[in-house]
């Protein structure tokens, strides 16, 4: 696993031992970059489910000012600090050690900015692509300016959770072999009751 091209170039990047996380393949990797490629100059991104913080790295790589890495696993937190040193990118990273959950509702709660880009790809054992949308709607993290990319392995992220996909508009969805990648927007609308 490398940082494909940008400031860190073919820098090899640790990952977690075991089935822990799954790393997101290569080639998917580089689709996904290419697609953003017009967009990442002094962006801000977010690669929620971070794992070793190779989508986040990336980002920086190829010219974003900030990417904030989230991940519940103190292993994950360890190999993305180790990362970031590697590729010399530290001081453009913000890694924090939080369940998605705890992140999302303190996002608006901290005073930032909604994110230029969203990555989001949670373990796909879990099935929470779509309380993860839902929550991220309330979050504040997303305004209807930030590009949002989810991966899955179901052309449906928002299976059982029909009003959270009311409020997103679907841009793409690429099958990449068994993975997919949904690209969408939040609507003008999207303000979802709390509760």
């Known amino acids: ?24 393949a290569e080639r998917v990797k580089e689709a996904v970059f290419s697609a953003l490629q017009f967009e ?3 962006a ?12 986040g790295l990336e980002a ?6 900030l990417a904030v890495m989230v991940d519940a696993s103190p292993d994950a ?5 180790a990362n970031a040193k590697k590729t010399k990118l530290f001081d453009r990273c913000r890694i924090v050690n939080y369940r998605y959950q705890e992140y999302l509702k303190g996002f608006s709660k901290n005073g930032d900015k909604p994110f230029d880009i969203i990555y989001i790809d949670p373990p796909f ?11 991220l709607a309330l979050s504040g993290a997303a305004d209807v300016r930030t590009k949002i990319l989810v991966e899955s392995e179901e052309p449906d992220i928002f299976a059982g959770e029909e009003a959270a996909a009311e409020k997103y508009e679907i841009t793409k ?21 709390q509760g």
């Open 40 to 42: 990442l100059e002094n």
């Open 125 to 135: 054992t879990e099935h929470i692509h779509g309380e993860v949308m839902k929550r």
């Open 44 to 55: 801000s991104f977010l690669d929620l489910f971070s794992g070793s913080g190779q989508m």
């Open 173 to 193: 969805n690429v099958k990449y072999g068994r993975i997919y990648v949904t690209y969408l927007r939040l609507k003008a609308d999207a303000g979802m009751e």
């Open 1 to 24: 696993m490398r940082i494909i091209t940008g400031q860190a170039r073919n820098i090899q990047l640790q990952t977690l031992e075991g089935e822990a996380t799954r790393p997101t």
């Open 60 to 65: 920086v790589s190829r010219g974003a000012a």
């Open 77 to 81: 937190i360890a190999v993305m600090k």
